[in-house]
């Protein structure tokens, strides 16, 4: 699965460059066309159309004497079933 994902997504023209540090533009940005410049392109398949629908507020009241506060947050994630959990599983978001 990793490999047909690497196979279909990974190339120049899906990938982002980050230069940090004390870096001149007029030196740095030759150079990457140099060593980047004649990497050919790849065609990408369609990307799947995704429907979201609306999310319901929720209000959460936690009665405690903790001697702090605390917040939570949630974010929209796949399902159970979806090939993509796995994803959260191994970041330990699940």
């Known amino acids: 699965m990793l490999h047909d994902f690497y196979e279909t997504w990974y190339a120049p023209n899906n990938a982002i460059l980050v230069i940090a540090g004390d870096a001149d533009p007029t030196t740095i940005l030759p150079e990457v066309e140099r060593l980047f410049g004649g ?9 799947p159309a995704i429907q979201f629908s609306p999310v ?3 209000t959460l009241k936690l009665d405690t004497d903790l001697p702090y506060g605390l917040a939570f947050l949630s974010f929209r994630v796949p399902g159970w079933d ?10 330990g978001m699940c």
């Not at 050919?40 to 990307?47: G, L, S, V």
């Open 82 to 91: 979806d090939s993509d959990y796995a994803a959260l599983k191994y970041w």
């Open 56 to 58: 319901a507020t929720e």
């Open 39 to 47: 990497t050919p392109e790849k065609k990408f398949p369609p990307r």
